[in-house]
């Protein structure tokens, strides 16, 4: 009970510093540049500035961010349930709060600047609202929406097909120099957006080849805690029967394990290689998909 409120408390605070540090650039740098990036605030900027020139009054972003969300989280509500919108509908709420409270004006005068600025921020900020297992609505949510059919791609990569819409959308009102330098920043977002997940992910496997196998075997279990797996092997070229431990641990762990190995045997074998995701004891918990509601 305890670890499940504290697992709830973590991703909360995730959503909470992803959507802040996602509303600096499109304060300071998208919206008072007339850089359309994509996403409900992308379509925001567009609406805002045609109001502006139409009819004289703006629309703040905040508020339009709410707006353009409602049928989306309509039609999310039946794919993936009322518990997942619940923590949606915090980040759409967050963003749009961060939109209010972060200040807006010019910060860079140059456009290369200000997109490589925009893509990183906006890259670390929804990697922290996925790694939440949620979206900030818009695209992120329609990107998670069709992440459900088509598992094989991943949301960053349905995040930039869908922003990359809304960008060309944004040509016609701002240029086609300003959407050259949006599309710049989409790539750098989804870049980062993406390493930061796969970041979270990654482990590292050593497999070590050694006559002090029992040895090595029982320090990393109780230095480390973590498992170890003996494999039965036979060397091609001397017909010898050896021993190989399989371990898959952190990658700050891996440094401890070479150092536990050497310490014990100074000749031992070590293959080590970066394992792209572990699920199980340790790792990633396996969570049971959320019922529908």
């Not at 996403?39 to 004289?56: D, Q, S």
């Not at 790694?131 to 949510?141: Q, V």
């Not at 930039?160 to 060309?168: A, E, K, N, P, R």
Request: proline fraction near 3%; charged fraction near 20%; include cysteine.
């Amino acid at each position: 009970m305890l670890l499940g409120k504290h697992k709830q408390l973590k991703e909360l605070l995730l959503i909470i510093i992803g959507t802040f540090i996602m509303a600096v650039p499109i304060n300071l740098v998208f919206d008072p540049m007339g850089i359309v990036t994509g996403g409900v605030t992308g379509l925001g900027i567009i609406v805002k500035f045609m109001v502006e020139r139409a009819f004289g009054f703006s629309i703040p972003l905040w508020l339009l961010n709410i707006v353009f969300n409602v049928p989306l989280f309509i039609a999310a509500f039946f794919v993936k349930g009322k518990k997942y919108i619940a923590k949606t509908g915090f980040a759409a709420l967050m963003l749009s709060a961060a939109l209010a409270i972060v200040p807006s004006f010019q910060l860079f005068d140059e456009l290369i600047i200000a997109v490589i600025f925009g893509g990183v921020l906006s890259g670390a900020g929804i990697g922290l609202v996925f790694a939440a297992m949620a979206t900030t609505g818009g695209t992120d949510l329609l990107s998670a929406l069709l992440h459900e059919k088509w598992k094989y791609l991943s949301i960053p990569v349905f995040l930039f097909i869908t922003d990359g819409s809304i960008v060309l959308t944004g040509a016609l009102v701002f240029g086609l120099d300003k959407a050259i330098y949006a599309i710049i920043e989409l790539y750098i977002c989804s870049k980062i957006s993406d390493a930061m997940l796969d970041g979270m992910k990654f482990a590292k496997m050593a497999q070590i080849i050694s006559d002090k196998y029992d040895e090595i075997a029982k320090a990393i279990l109780e230095r480390l805690d973590r498992g170890v797996t003996k494999l039965d092997a036979t060397g091609m070229y001397s017909g010898a029967e050896r021993k190989v431990l399989y371990c898959v641990v952190s990658k700050k762990q891996m440094v401890e394990v070479t150092d536990i190995v050497y310490s014990i045997d100074p000749k031992a074998f070590v293959i080590i290689s970066d394992v792209r995701e572990v699920r199980g004891e340790g790792f990633i918990e396996y969570t049971p998909p959320v019922e529908k509601q």
